[in-house]
């Protein structure tokens, strides 16, 4: 079984920065794809970011030179500048173990 458990969402006023975390525990490995969705009212979800086996890093194109993933083990990092209004969303972490593993979410509020 897999768990994970996000932190780090919060209220920023735009152009602010916040970091969330992404805790996973169970039977997971560092090679296990992780990253970040988020879904804002109204919309469907959408990929923030994402880091394969292999390292490599996507960038939603709405977030590219804006937000930085990282990971050490299994934990990973979602660091978030110059925040828009339109970041406003529930932001979820997931794991890919054979399956599709998802934390419950951290709402981000980026106010005008």
């Known amino acids: 079984q897999v768990q994970l458990v996000e932190s780090g969402g919060g209220m920023v006023q735009a152009g602010g920065s916040l970091r969330l975390s992404c805790a996973a525990s169970g039977s ?6 992780m990253g970040w969705h988020r879904q804002a009212p109204g919309k469907q979800r959408e990929l923030v970011a994402t880091i394969t ?3 490599s890093i996507t960038y939603a194109d709405s977030v590219k030179g ?3 993933l990282s990971r050490d083990k299994n934990t990973v990092y979602l660091q ?3 925040l828009k209004p339109e970041d406003t ?3 979820y972490c997931y794991v890919i173990t054979g399956r599709e593993y ?3 979410g951290t709402q981000v509020t980026v106010s005008s």
């Open 66 to 68: 804006r937000f930085t």
């Open 80 to 82: 978030m500048n110059s």
């Open 28 to 33: 997971i490995f560092s090679i296990n794809p």
């Open 102 to 104: 998802w934390g419950q």
């Open 89 to 91: 969303a529930v932001y």
């Open 53 to 55: 086996r292999g390292g």
